[in-house]
């Protein structure tokens, strides 16, 4: 999954759970899902927008630091995982 469809999906999500906020709030995750499209996979990508996606389903919205806590674990587990180098 692209970073621009990941965000375009979660807006969708947003849109459909929460009030209008979360329209602002979506577009605000771009910068960590291009971090982690440029560092992960697209795999990775997807992961990322899954659990946003099911926060904002239980009724949460994350913020922004948040959704940078949770790219760092879906890369953190991948460093661990794939043999790849942790800086």
């Known amino acids: 999954m692209h970073p621009e469809e990941a965000v375009k999906q979660l807006r969708y999500v947003i849109d459909a759970s929460i009030d209008?906020?979360?329209?602002?709030?979506?577009?605000?995750?771009g910068q960590t899902f291009e971090r982690v499209a440029t560092e992960g996979t697209g795999q990775?990508?997807?992961v990322l927008a899954d659990r946003i996606g099911q926060?904002?389903?239980a009724g949460d919205?994350?913020?922004?630091?948040?959704?940078?806590r949770l790219a760092e674990?879906?890369?953190?587990?991948?460093r661990l995982t794939d043999g790849g180098?942790?800086?």
């Open 85 to 87: 180098v942790d800086e």
């Open 55 to 57: 926060a904002v389903r």
């Open 44 to 46: 990775d990508v997807t």
């Open 20 to 29: 209008e906020e979360g329209n602002r709030t979506a577009p605000m995750y």
């Open 61 to 68: 919205r994350p913020l922004p630091q948040e959704a940078n």
């Open 73 to 78: 674990d879906i890369l953190s587990t991948r």
